[in-house]
């Protein structure tokens, strides 16, 4: 049987990107994110070839991300980003030797009912500006008592998240970082700031750990600048295939709301790949993909098993011929910036249709 879409992932990829992160920040260790699903590729798989290649820890939301680590015997270091929200998952953090980031009052309460002996590995959150998650910068001499009363806690570290690292004009980053050093100036433990973007862009958010996710898989998160600019190879191929290829009139309209037109006798091509795969409404007239190594654009409505493509640039496509939807020669940043979104959420999007295989 032939899937009707494939995702093919290049786990050598994932190892190669680490690689350039700890180019990027050689004194800094490196926490890589595998939260959902590893961005689209696979959580189990991206966890194996990170550890392999010795990545210092990884990063998960939640606690059903971690657990489904641990289970595929993921022994290394697993920090839970978002922490815990109650007493049983904080005991269950806990029994899987979880890292529980720690944002806010009642999740320490939370690990405090486990009692003052309880071998608890926590980094504290704090809100340099980003205000989503983090305790004040005020706090820290609070978090500090806290830690004082707890014995059995070990802090692996005080972390802070970047609200506009992708936008290299944007001084709010160099401000969230002076924030983050004063507030913490002569406390000890190590220090996380940025994520991707913040490594990227912004040598002094490589502090001692730093926390890449979108580019350990081959992305870039900075706009007008792709994965491959910074050396990075995308891990990511996604793939469909023709099956119809017919020739319209000029004038004649393709697909629902009739919303592309042929502005001239047009070979039309349907890739069977739509929004139930992950190929999102937004993808619209004009999006790139690729058929047989040309470019060629979208014509018309993204339905939910098929999409409809324009072939004047492809005219010898034939029905079975690959489409390329993103990976290495059609970079998923710049399909992101034409469908309005980011690469982040292609990735994600992906659905339970899509066929997964590993290189
Ligand atoms: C997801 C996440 C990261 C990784 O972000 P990228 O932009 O994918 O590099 C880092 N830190 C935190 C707190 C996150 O939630």
Redesign the pocket.
């Known amino acids: 049987m032939i899937p009707r879409v494939t995702a093919t992932i290049d786990l050598a990829a994932l190892q190669h990107n680490l690689g350039v992160v700890r180019r990027l920040a050689p004194r800094s260790r490196v926490m890589a994110?595998v939260?959902a699903n590893g961005y689209g590729h696979g959580a189990i798989p991206a966890a194996r070839a990170l550890e392999a290649a010795g990545v210092d820890a990884l990063?998960v939301a939640c606690l059903e991300e971690a657990v489904e680590l641990r289970r595929a015997h993921i022994h290394c270091p697993i920090a839970l980003?978002e922490g815990v929200i109650s007493e049983e998952e904080a005991a269950q953090a806990v029994y899987q030797r979880l890292q529980v980031v720690v944002h806010d009052h009642w999740q320490i309460e939370l690990l405090q009912r486990l009692g003052r002996d309880a071998q608890v590995g926590i980094w504290f959150k704090i809100d340099s500006g980003m205000h989503r998650l983090g305790f004040p910068l005020t706090d820290v001499p609070r978090l500090l008592d806290v830690l004082r009363a707890q014995p059995g806690w070990t802090l692996h570290g005080w972390?802070t998240?970047l609200a506009s690292a992708d936008e290299p004009d944007n001084g709010f980053t160099r401000e969230q970082v002076a924030r983050f050093d004063a507030a913490l100036s002569g406390v000890s433990g190590p220090r996380s700031i940025g994520?991707?973007?913040g490594i990227i862009g912004w040598p002094e958010a490589r502090a001692d750990w730093v926390?890449?996710?979108?580019?350990i898989y081959g992305a870039s998160?900075m706009p007008g600048q792709t994965g491959a600019d910074l050396g990075l190879k995308p891990a990511m191929r996604l793939e469909s295939r023709l099956i119809a290829v017919r020739d319209f009139e000029a004038g004649e309209t393709i697909g629902y709301a009739q919303s592309w037109t042929c502005p001239e006798r047009t070979r039309i091509g349907v890739a069977a790949v739509g929004y139930a795969d992950g190929i999102h409404r937004t993808f619209r007239s004009g999006t790139a993909a690729m058929v047989g190594g040309r470019r060629v654009a979208y014509a018309g409505r993204v339905s939910m098993d098929m999409i409809t493509l324009d072939l004047r640039q492809a005219p010898d496509a034939q029905v079975g011929d690959p489409v390329l939807l993103w990976g290495e020669e059609l970079p998923a940043e710049e399909i992101a910036a034409q469908a309005g979104t980011i690469p982040?959420e292609l990735f994600c999007g992906l659905t339970q249709r899509v066929h997964f295989r590993y290189r």
């Not at 926390?211 to 580019?215: A, I």
């Open positions: 994110a939260k990063a980003l972390i998240h994520n991707s973007a926390r890449p996710g979108l580019m998160p982040y």
